[in-house]
């Protein structure tokens, strides 16, 4: 017997479809019925590749005596974050008001009339343990406090709903200055060089503005080049990479990156593949940098790319050991016993495997090993042949021959189909606009780098399925199941995917000889598109009243209890850090000075956040840095192939046709420029110096 949630799309709600508790999804529908029938609403936000979601689906929500007193006392609602971040962005922070945590499951208790939070957590057992209450307990709590302590939760509430209004109310400073943006690159630096004690998470926005940092070492107190340095090899060496077969993990629960929660996501694999890129071309050639980002591209291309060209949202870090297992365990498609290393590899693969990696009898994970470098350097002949057979292990083919790896799309097809190799993680299919525009953008800047015609075209591809499947009915949506657009886009579509298309338009640019250069469509026409996209974005998501972006379209937030604007960073970047980077970015190309003035308005809306919590948002940083030092190179082709390849963070280029003779190039900085550049010597050094002129 299923309940309503096996009609919808999302993987994560159709695997609570079987549940007893009778789901509802986020619809006017279900919070009518609550407020009809004064029942509190039970929210519960998860993701499909979440390990904590799937434990408590297989546990309280499968709990029949659960289920019972769930059905009869309160209306459960399911939402999949990756559909709504909106309303997860709402409720998560009214979780760590009330906790001082967070973390999903997000499960949370509103009241029908308003929907305002009165009570919630994340994980709850079934029996108490982990120092939880049991979650019938809780739930026989709740509904007591509910129709007894009226007085006392309404005084809740009002606390909760005014913090939350006053969340969205900022004032504004004005200060854009130099020092602002020293104090932000700073602040952030220091975080990227202080490690952790605990979990360690890519946070890829933090570790972009410690790397911009490095064009001003000797004005920073803390060191950006090895801070930056460090972050990269952590992550390419780590066990968060998958050594085997590419693709990096979501976090690890350790300090020294070494144990990973398995699940891949899209949007860090994108992130990290350009942040290892631009690590390149700062100079820090680490082979193993090359070969993360050469794996992750492969990985992408054999499980995560749909036959239309579109990426894949994310794997989980649960699988199947064997077709009977009840329940999958955490890892097992990726770790290793030391047995199964001596049976697959030679005694002298073993042993270099051994020297080379973090592989003991013993185990660095429940008796089983997860593979982590000891050096960055080129791996052996004998290490890739080792690799490979592992590989042959875990998909049962060799790496060479295996071009395309189907996804399991639910947990039954994972165990009924007969798989030649381990059984794999299931794969969620959907296509998210933000986070394939995160991947696109990761292409795009590796492609520039390492000139891999391979990386353009997936990317290429990526972004042209974008354009021609997610508008509907003159609407840009954010989702897209097996063809079909579902959900408008959200602020964080928007900023990426413009963002990614100026990123196509600047990788683009190289494909031009110097005679088709005037006029080439290929960098325009990704320009065109982005304007186009940027027009829509500014008509339904910015905010006349308090600048910035909203998270949602004026005409898709009335069930919305706030109207938030992003502006902190997780492990995507706020939406609004990267729309003002987008606005400067388009204003050099464009000219159009309106860009710039609404760039300005926006950074001063922000401005007392970044005054006040500089650590919580580096992307608006990033952000200030293009406002104050962007830079335009007016060029001929052979130059811009040749400067792409450098870290240049807060440039754009544009081919200029009609340069004086003997030029090479112009600088420009907002209305003037550089005197002409007769040599490339002579280029680099204004570059240089028009990069750091707003530090």
């Known amino acids: 017997m299923t309940n309503r949630l096996a009609q919808c799309q999302s993987l994560y709600l159709r695997k609570h479809a079987e549940n007893p508790i009778d789901w509802w999804p986020w619809s006017d529908e279900a919070l009518f019925t609550a407020k009809a029938e004064n029942k509190p609403i039970f929210l519960s936000i998860g993701y499909s590749s979440c390990h904590w979601c799937t434990v408590m689906e297989g546990e309280a929500f499968s709990d029949p005596a659960i289920a019972q007193y769930m059905n009869a006392n309160f209306l459960p609602i399911k939402v999949d974050r990756e559909e709504r971040p909106d309303i997860d962005s709402i409720y998560m922070q009214a979780l760590q008001m009330m906790t001082g945590q967070g973390g999903w499951p997000l499960n949370i208790f509103l009241t029908p009339e308003d929907r305002v939070p009165f009570y919630g957590g994340t994980y709850f057992p079934v029996e108490p343990r982990y120092g939880r209450p049991g979650f019938l307990q809780v739930l026989q709590a709740i509904r007591r406090f509910y129709d007894v302590e009226k007085t006392k939760l309404q005084n809740f509430k009002d606390e909760i709903l005014g913090h939350l209004q006053q969340s969205v109310l900022l004032p504004a400073s004005g200060q854009l200055t130099a020092e602002l943006l020293r104090q932000g690159m700073d602040k952030t630096i220091r975080i990227v060089d202080s490690g952790s004690y605990g979990p360690s998470f890519p946070m890829i926005p933090y570790a972009d503005l410690a790397l911009r940092g490095i064009r001003f070492q000797e004005m920073t107190e803390v060191d950006a080049y090895q801070a930056s340095r460090s972050r990269g090899l952590d992550l390419a060496k780590g066990g968060i990479y998958d050594h085997v077969a590419g693709g990096f993990h979501r976090y690890t629960v350790d300090a020294t990156w070494t144990v990973p929660h398995f699940e891949k996501m899209l949007y860090d694999n994108g992130q990290i593949v350009e942040y290892l890129a631009n690590l390149w071309s700062v100079g820090i050639k680490e082979a193993a940098f090359e070969r993360a980002i050469s794996g992750t591209v492969q990985w992408l291309t054999r499980e995560m790319t749909a036959s239309s060209g579109y990426?894949?949202?994310?794997?989980?870090?649960?699988?199947?050991?064997?077709?009977?297992?009840?329940?999958?365990?955490?890892?097992?498609?990726?770790?290793?016993?030391?047995?199964?290393?001596?049976?697959?590899?030679?005694?002298?693969?073993?042993?270099?495997?051994?020297?080379?990696?973090?592989?003991?009898?013993?185990?660095?994970?429940?008796?089983?090993?997860?593979?982590?470098?000891?050096?960055?350097?080129?791996?052996?002949?004998?290490?890739?042949?080792?690799?490979?057979?592992?590989?042959?292990?875990?998909?049962?083919?060799?790496?060479?021959?295996l071009e395309t790896f189907p996804p399991a799309q639910n947990n039954q097809e994972a165990k009924t189909k007969n798989w030649s190799g381990r059984i794999p993680a299931v794969t969620d299919t959907k296509m998210i606009v933000a986070w394939n525009s995160l991947m696109i953008s990761g292409l795009a800047r590796a492609y520039g780098v390492f000139r891999k015609p391979e990386y353009l075209e997936l990317a290429t591809t990526a972004a042209k399925f974008i354009l021609e499947n997610q508008w509907v009915d003159q609407r840009f949506h954010r989702l897209n199941y097996e063809g079909e657009a579902s959900i408008l886009a959200q602020s964080e579509d928007y900023a990426l995917f413009i963002k990614a298309l100026l990123d196509l338009h600047q990788a683009s640019l190289g494909l031009a000889t110097a005679q088709e250069s005037s006029q080439s469509p290929i960098p325009d026409s990704w320009l065109e598109e982005a304007i186009k996209v940027q027009d829509e974005f500014d008509e339904y998501l910015w905010s006349v009243e308090l600048a910035g972006y909203y998270n949602a379209a004026n005409d898709s937030s009335g069930d919305l209890l706030i109207r938030e604007r992003s502006y902190t960073d997780n492990a995507t970047p706020a939406a609004n850090g990267v729309a003002i980077a987008n606005l400067v970015r388009l204003t050099l190309l464009t000219e159009n000075l309106a860009y710039l003035d609404r760039a300005e308005v926006a950074l001063n809306a922000f401005s007392s956040v970044m005054n006040q919590s500089s650590q919580s948002c580096p992307s608006l940083f990033t952000?200030?840095?293009?406002?104050?030092?962007?830079?335009?190179?007016?060029?001929?082709?052979?130059?811009?192939?040749?400067?792409?390849?450098?870290y240049f963070p807060a440039t754009m280029y544009r081919i200029e046709p009609s340069l004086p003779e003997n030029a090479v190039g112009l600088v420009c900085q907002g209305l003037s420029c550089k005197p002409t550049a007769h040599t490339q010597e002579q280029l680099l050094a204004q570059v240089e110096k028009s990069q750091t002129r707003g530090y």
């Not at 042949?385 to 292990?393: N, Y």
């Not at 406002?627 to 130059?639: E, G, P």
């Open 623 to 646: 952000a200030l840095d293009w406002f104050r030092n962007s830079t335009l190179i007016r060029t001929n082709v052979a130059q811009i192939l040749s400067l792409m390849t450098q």
């Open 311 to 401: 990426f894949y949202a994310a794997q989980d870090a649960d699988s199947f050991t064997e077709p009977s297992a009840a329940e999958p365990e955490e890892g097992a498609f990726y770790v290793w016993s030391y047995a199964e290393l001596q049976q697959l590899l030679t005694a002298e693969e073993l042993a270099e495997l051994q020297e080379q990696f973090t592989v003991t009898p013993e185990g660095n994970f429940e008796g089983q090993n997860v593979l982590q470098r000891r050096y960055s350097d080129q791996l052996s002949d004998t290490l890739e042949t080792a690799l490979a057979k592992l590989f042959t292990a875990r998909y049962g083919s060799p790496p060479d021959s």
